[in-house]
C-alpha cells in the first residue's frame, strides 16, 4: 500500500496528522473505561485514508457548499472493537474540531472493522475493500499484520448479488417514502420526518451495496450520503447545499431519527416536510439511475 502523502497540501497533511492523534488518544481513553480481557489487548493495527483525499481530486467548494470528507478505515485486533460506541468519543470529538475549533477544514469519516474481517471481505472479492487497498494510504501501521491477497470476484457473480441488494433495498426505501407522504397528508409531521429519514437512509445502502457490494453499518445521513456521493457523485444533485434553507431542511431530517421520535422540542413545518418529500423524491430517481447503470454493466 501506498504511504505518502505529498500529493496533499502542507495544511491537509498537518490536519490528518491531528486525526490519527485524536484516534489514538480518543481508543486509548475508551481503553483504560473498560476491564475486560479483550479490551486490555485491544489494538489499532491499521489506519488507512480512503477516497478522494487519497485518490486525489477532492472536492471544497465553499460557494455551492460541498466538500469532502476524509475517509479513514480503522483495523483493529478485535471483532469487540468495531462498536461505534467505542469510538463515540473520538467521532464527537473530531467533529467539534471541524465546526467549532476549526482544527480540521473538512469533516472525518470513519469505519472500524477488524482485520479478520477486512482480510474475510478481500477474500470474498468485495470491490469496497479492494479499492481501499489499491488506492489507499496508510497513515499508521503495526508490524506483522497483513492483509490478504484478494479474490477477483467474477463479473456475473458480482451482478447477481449486486441485483439482489438492489431489488431489496430499493423497494424497501420507496416504501418508506410512501408511507412518509401518507403521514404528511394526513398530519403525521414528525412521523412523516422519521419515514423520509429510513427512505432516504435506505436509499443510500441500495446505492452503496449495488455498486460497491458493501455499506456501513449506520443510520447516519451525512455519513451515509459522503461514502454514496463518494462513488455516485450524481446523487449530490439530490441535497442542495448552497443556500440555509436547504442545510437546515437536511439537518432536519438528520435529527429525524431519533428525535422526530423521542423529543418534544423537535419541529418541522409543512413548508419543510414538503421540500424534504420533493428531495427525497429525486434521490430516488437518481439511485434508480446509477445503481440500474451499474446493474446493465455500463
Given at each position: 500500500m501506498k504511504t505518502g502523502l505529498d500529493h496533499l497540501p502542507a495544511s491537509k497533511q498537518r490536519e490528518?496528522?491531528?486525526?490519527?492523534?485524536?484516534?489514538?488518544?480518543?481508543f486509548e481513553a475508551a481503553q483504560a473505561r473498560r476491564s475486560?480481557?479483550?479490551?486490555?489487548?485491544?489494538?489499532?493495527?491499521?489506519?488507512?485514508?480512503?477516497?478522494?483525499?487519497?485518490?486525489?481530486?477532492w472536492v471544497d467548494d465553499p460557494v455551492g457548499g460541498y466538500k469532502s470528507d476524509y475517509d479513514i478505515l480503522i483495523v483493529v485486533n478485535d471483532d469487540n472493537l468495531v462498536d461505534l460506541e467505542y469510538w463515540s468519543a473520538a467521532d464527537d470529538r473530531l467533529m467539534?474540531?471541524?465546526?467549532?475549533?476549526?482544527?480540521?477544514?473538512?469533516?472525518?469519516?470513519?469505519?472500524?472493522?477488524?482485520?479478520?474481517?477486512?482480510?474475510?471481505?478481500?477474500?470474498?472479492?468485495?470491490?469496497?475493500?479492494?479499492?481501499?487497498?489499491?488506492?489507499?494510504?496508510?497513515?499508521?501501521?503495526?508490524?506483522?499484520?497483513?492483509?490478504?491477497?484478494p479474490r477477483d470476484l467474477p463479473p456475473a457473480e458480482a451482478r447477481i448479488e449486486?441485483?439482489?441488494?438492489?431489488?431489496?433495498?430499493?423497494?424497501?426505501?420507496?416504501?418508506?417514502?410512501?408511507?412518509a407522504k401518507f403521514a404528511k397528508e394526513n398530519g403525521r409531521a414528525n412521523i412523516a420526518a422519521f419515514e423520509f429519514h429510513q427512505a432516504t437512509e435506505q436509499f443510500y445502502h441500495c446505492t452503496l451495496l449495488t455498486l460497491s457490494l458493501y455499506s456501513p453499518k449506520s443510520h447516519r445521513?451525512?455519513?451515509?450520503?459522503?461514502?454514496a456521493e463518494?462513488?455516485?457523485p450524481e446523487l449530490v444533485e439530490a441535497w442542495p447545499r448552497d443556500d440555509k434553507f436547504s442545510r437546515r431542511c437536511f439537518d432536519l431530517l438528520r435529527q429525524a431519527y431519533v428525535n422526530a421520535r423521542y423529543s418534544p422540542h423537535y419541529k418541522v413545518t409543512d413548508e419543510e416536510l414538503n421540500w424534504l418529500g420533493e428531495r427525497v423524491a429525486v434521490l430516488q430517481?437518481?439511485?434508480?439511475?446509477?445503481?440500474?447503470?451499474?446493474?446493465?454493466?455500463d
Open positions: 490528518l496528522e491531528h486525526v490519527v492523534r485524536v484516534l489514538f488518544e480518543e475486560s480481557k479483550w479490551n486490555k489487548q485491544a489494538r489499532i493495527l491499521k489506519l488507512v485514508l480512503y477516497g478522494s483525499y487519497a485518490r486525489g481530486g467539534r474540531d471541524m465546526s467549532i475549533t476549526g482544527m480540521l477544514s473538512a469533516p472525518v469519516n470513519f469505519i472500524v472493522h477488524s482485520l479478520t474481517d477486512v482480510n474475510r471481505q478481500l477474500e470474498k472479492g468485495r470491490p469496497f475493500f479492494i479499492d481501499i487497498i489499491r488506492d489507499g494510504i496508510l497513515l499508521y501501521e503495526a508490524e506483522g499484520f497483513c492483509f490478504s491477497q449486486a441485483q439482489g441488494h438492489f431489488d431489496k433495498w430499493f423497494d424497501s426505501a420507496s416504501g418508506f417514502l410512501e408511507q445521513l451525512n455519513f451515509l450520503r459522503s461514502h463518494e462513488i455516485a430517481e437518481l439511485v434508480k439511475t446509477v445503481c440500474e447503470r451499474r446493474l446493465a454493466g
